[in-house]
Each structure stands twice: as structure tokens, then as C-alpha cells.
């Protein structure tokens, strides 16, 4: 299905830089993020807790879509969704950028 440029103009995608991550407590695959864009600051619940160890995340900068609806999971209200690309053997890496880049950068 193809989208027009005006619907994925409408997509507010930016690099985060990670903060603090930690195992949300109950599950064993959820991390709980907190995630800085310059401006502001946001929590993000993925699971990739089987991909990544928290403190490896720290520090880094990813990808992240700001304008999802906001849901919880186990009771963790998700403001953001980190991006990540799964190949045919169930590896996933999230997405980040080539070279260093501002926080809050927005893509698109």
C-alpha cells in the first residue's frame, strides 16, 4: 500500500538520546525508556529486553516516533516508539543515525 508525502509529512519522526532504561518489573521482555528530544523528555516502553541489556542503550541515540498514540503496557504509559529493524531470523537492532546528530532532530 503506498501513502501519499502528505501523510508521511504528518509523521513526527526524531532522534532521542537515551537517558535511563530499565526491566519494567513483571515482564520479561519490556524495558521502560526515558528518552531525551531536546525540548522535551518521554518515556518509551519496547520490547527489547531479549535484544538488549538496559545499560547498553544509555548514552546512544535512536530513532524514535513521537506522534503514536500513547498506550500502556503493564501499566507503563508508552509516549514514543523506538524504531528497529527485524530481519528473517528474528534479530532486531533498533535504528540509529550514520553520524552524530542534534537530539530532537527531526526526520523526514
Known amino acids: 500500500m503506498e501513502i ?5 509529512m504528518k509523521l513526527d519522526v ?7 532504561a530499565q526491566q519494567i518489573s513483571g515482564s520479561r521482555n ?3 525508556l526515558i528518552v531525551d528530544f531536546g525540548s522535551e523528555k518521554r518515556q518509551s516502553v519496547a520490547g527489547l529486553l531479549r535484544y538488549y ?9 535512536f ?15 508508552s509516549q514514543c516508539m523506538a524504531l528497529a529493524a ?3 531470523e528474528g534479530n532486531v537492532v533498533l535504528i540509529a543515525p550514520e553520524k ?5 532532530s527531526k526526520i523526514g
Open 30 to 32: 519490556l524495558l521502560k
Open 4 to 8: 501519499s508525502f502528505d501523510d508521511f
Open 100 to 104: 552524530d546528530i542534534a537530539v530532537g
Open 63 to 77: 530513532v524514535f516516533l513521537l506522534n503514536l498514540e500513547r498506550r500502556k503496557l503493564m501499566g507503563v504509559e
Open 53 to 61: 541489556e538496559p545499560e547498553e542503550l544509555v548514552g546512544k541515540k
Open 14 to 20: 526524531r532522534i532521542g538520546k537515551v537517558e535511563e
Open 86 to 88: 527485524e530481519d528473517n
